[in-house]
């Protein structure tokens, strides 16, 4: 069943202290359980002050298995790499062993051909006989963009509507710079067994105070049908973010 909760803090600060906490308790839950923490990572503003967080704290990080949600199709040195980020602020500086690590990109393939290898890792790393999508990974980070966007499935793009696939290649959507994506697509995000939201600002009220008020209507934002098969679901906004609510 799915399970919905939200939760505001005073500042993005405190939000991505919170977050890092919960990330900590997911990965000893996870590794007491099944013996590793798979979690996919996300883009965005707020996660890089939860890895500020994270980079100080305990964990078995060698029992970590770690994707991002979504990619820009871009080397990792390139500035605007989600898991470049994350390798500079994070994953770079704990114990993570490099094969434990997924990296999207591949020079030698383009974004359709490196969507279906990535699905490969994540149904080799993640896979659960028990899912409806033959995987599920203990926690995935999202964020929100103003369009509604998550990950990189964005309002009127194909990928919003795959049924099947785990992750798919994404045209580029309003965001600069216009690059190919991959991204997780909703049959992966649902199988989780935990999904955090993370959303700051004022610009995000709107459209986080409408996903939580509405249901699946024909106005929809694409954020709206992260909705856990059997999981928890957590919205972890600032005040800003949570103010029309």
């Known amino acids: 069943m799915n399970k919905n909760t939200v939760k505001v803090y005073e500042s993005a600060k405190a939000l991505a202290q919170a977050a890092a906490v919960a990330v900590i308790d997911a990965a000893e839950q996870a590794i007491a359980h099944r013996g590793k923490f798979t979690i996919a990572l996300s883009g965005g503003s707020t996660p890089p002050l939860m890895y500020k967080q994270l980079v100080n704290m305990q964990s078995d990080w060698s029992k970590w298995v770690v994707f991002v949600s979504d990619e820009r199709w871009v080397p990792e040195d390139d500035a605007i790499s989600n898991l470049g980020v994350a390798m500079r602020e994070l994953l770079g500086r704990v114990a993570i062993p490099s094969g434990n690590i997924m990296h999207p990109y591949s020079h030698d393939l383009d974004a359709v051909n490196g969507a279906e290898?990535?699905?490969?890792?994540?149904?080799?790393?993640?896979?659960?006989?028990?899912?409806?999508?033959?995987?599920?990974?203990?926690?995935?980070?999202?964020?929100?963009?103003?369009?509604?966007?998550?990950?990189?499935?964005?309002?009127?793009?194909?990928?919003?509507?795959?049924?099947?696939?785990?992750?798919?290649?994404?045209?580029?959507?309003?965001?600069?710079?216009?690059?190919?994506?991959?991204?997780?697509?909703?049959?992966?995000?649902?199988?989780?067994?935990?999904?955090?939201?993370?959303?700051?600002?004022?610009?995000?009220?709107?459209?986080?105070?409408?996903?939580?008020?509405?249901?699946?209507?024909?106005?929809?934002?694409?954020?709206?049908?992260?909705?856990?098969?059997?999981?928890?679901?957590?919205?972890?906004?600032?005040?800003?973010?949570?103010?029309?609510l």
């Open 117 to 244: 290898r990535y699905e490969m890792l994540l149904r080799q790393h993640a896979s659960d006989a028990a899912s409806p999508s033959g995987i599920r990974l203990d926690l995935v980070l999202l964020g929100v963009g103003d369009d509604g966007h998550t990950a990189s499935l964005f309002p009127g793009k194909p990928a919003i509507e795959e049924q099947i696939r785990l992750v798919t290649a994404s045209p580029h959507g309003v965001l600069p710079p216009p690059v190919e994506r991959i991204t997780f697509t909703f049959p992966a995000i649902n199988s989780a067994r935990q999904c955090f939201i993370l959303a700051v600002g004022d610009k995000k009220s709107d459209v986080v105070a409408w996903s939580l008020k509405n249901t699946l209507t024909d106005h929809t934002y694409p954020v709206q049908r992260v909705r856990l098969t059997n999981g928890e679901l957590t919205w972890m906004l600032d005040k800003d973010a949570a103010s029309k």
